[in-house]
């Protein structure tokens, strides 16, 4: 598969994971009945195994490993955050408030994978 396609791919699903992420997180916060049909619970990890699977084919196309290249380093242990927020976000957090900060923190977190992504650095908000 070309690196065209598999970064695509990549960047088409993690674009529908964050989307899937904020309107669950959206309906958890208010207590929604929608978080109980399948498609909900099902989606994700559908979205999801494809996102990993492409980074899989994109690190190998490149030729750049997780804990071997600082910039994928940083994406991984970020993604490792991302998902224990997420958790806590949708699932874990034992009150509103808590749910409520573990959600904006798990966007916060995605959002600085995109940024170390896109500049190939572990701290992307230094030049």
């Given at each position: 598969?070309?690196?065209?396609?598999?970064?695509?791919?990549?960047?088409?699903?993690?674009?529908?994971?964050?989307?899937?992420?904020?309107?669950?997180?959206?309906?958890?916060?208010?207590?929604?009945?929608?978080?109980?049909?399948?498609?909900?619970?099902?989606?994700?990890?559908?979205?999801?195994?494809?996102?990993?699977?492409?980074?899989?084919?994109?690190?190998?196309?490149i030729q750049?490993?997780?804990?071997?290249?600082?910039?994928?380093?940083?994406?991984?242990?970020?993604?490792?955050?991302?998902?224990?927020?997420?958790?806590?976000?949708?699932?874990?957090?034992?009150?509103?408030?808590?749910?409520?900060?573990a959600w904006?923190?798990?966007?916060?977190?995605?959002?600085?994978?995109?940024?170390?992504?896109?500049?190939?650095?572990?701290?992307?908000?230094?030049q």
């Amino acid at each position: 598969m070309s690196y065209q396609l598999l970064k695509h791919i990549h960047i088409t699903c993690a674009g529908i994971s964050i989307t899937l992420f904020f309107l669950r997180g959206a309906l958890s916060l208010n207590g929604s009945s929608i978080m109980q049909q399948s498609w909900v619970k099902i989606a994700p990890h559908i979205v999801d195994t494809l996102l990993l699977a492409s980074a899989l084919g994109l690190a190998y196309t490149i030729q750049q490993y997780p804990l071997v290249d600082g910039w994928l380093t940083a994406k991984f242990f970020a993604l490792l955050l991302y998902i224990g927020l997420g958790s806590v976000a949708l699932k874990h957090g034992k009150t509103r408030n808590i749910r409520l900060a573990a959600w904006l923190a798990a966007m916060a977190v995605f959002a600085y994978i995109v940024l170390v992504a896109i500049r190939h650095n572990p701290f992307p908000f230094y030049q």
